[in-house]
């Protein structure tokens, strides 16, 4: 069964960046959709961004459309998360997640990794 490891993140000021990854412990990480999602404290996970197998087509919340691009890289079992012109809305524990199948922005992920702080001051 893959296993997933987030690591990138950590504690930035408002309009910086950071960059997330997210390493899946098989080869078959290339047949899988990954997505990024992220929970706030007292609040619910929600969806950030997906990408497919091939890495296109992808898709992204509204609140990071322009900010945030998630890549792949199939050859090294990883996906990234760039975070860019971060907001103090942006803190929460940022997960990756793993899909055998299409590409979808609901939670319906089959495998998690364990989360990484992102942590964003104003």
């Known amino acids: 069964q893959v296993q997933l490891v987030e690591s990138g993140g950590g504690l930035v000021q408002a309009g910086g960046s950071l960059r997330l990854s997210c390493a899946a412990s098989?080869?078959?990480?290339?047949?899988?959709?990954m997505g990024w999602f992220r929970q706030a404290p007292g609040k619910e996970r929600e969806f950030v961004a997906a990408i497919s197998w091939s890495g296109s087509p992808y898709y992204y919340a509204d609140s990071v459309k322009g900010r945030f691009t998630i890549s792949r890289d199939n050859a090294k079992n990883t996906v990234y998360l760039q975070m860019n012109s971060l907001k103090a809305e942006d803190t929460a524990v940022y997960y990756c997640?793993?899909?055998?199948?299409?590409?979808?922005?609901?939670?319906?992920?089959?495998?998690w990794g364990q989360g990484t702080q992102v942590t964003v001051s104003s």
């Open positions: 098989e080869r078959t990480f290339s047949s899988y959709s």
């Open positions: 997640a793993a899909r055998y199948g299409g590409l979808v922005t609901s939670r319906s992920y089959d495998l």
